[in-house]
């Protein structure tokens, strides 16, 4: 029986959700929710990924292999002119006004059918 996954805390969504060539670009890369709250965490406000592994409540091994794939996805949109779509994963949105927290903070989202999980929780 494999191990239940572990919903990665994420503290807001992208304002934009859908960035591309001018022209338009038949292709598309997706980038999950998670994917792109480690970008956010680590490239922009400049946490090492230990505290983005802290804050997202998951492990900093996990986090190292979620950055790496959202750098590549975002590297494919940028160097084969693809649209690059922010959507899905296994997160859910903390309910907690917490520092460094975004757009969103304190509802509660998840990709797909599953039941609401309290942030207390994931602790």
């Not at 805390?9 to 859908?18: F, Q």
Request: aromatic share 4%.
């Amino acid at each position: 029986m494999p191990r239940p996954k572990k919903w990665r805390r994420v503290c807001g969504l992208p304002e934009n959700n859908r960035f591309g060539p001018i022209g338009g670009a038949e292709e598309t890369q997706i980038l999950t929710v998670d994917e792109y709250e480690t970008i956010r965490l680590i490239d922009s406000l400049g946490m090492k990924q230990e505290e983005c592994a802290e804050q997202m409540n998951v492990a900093r091994t996990t986090v190292q292999g979620i950055y790496d794939n959202a750098r590549k996805k975002i590297a494919d949109a940028i160097v084969n002119g693809k649209n690059l779509v922010i959507e899905g994963g296994e997160y859910t949105l903390c309910q907690q006004n917490r520092a460094n927290c975004g757009r969103g903070c304190g509802r509660r989202n998840r990709c797909g059918n599953h039941p609401a999980i309290d942030d207390e929780k994931l602790s």
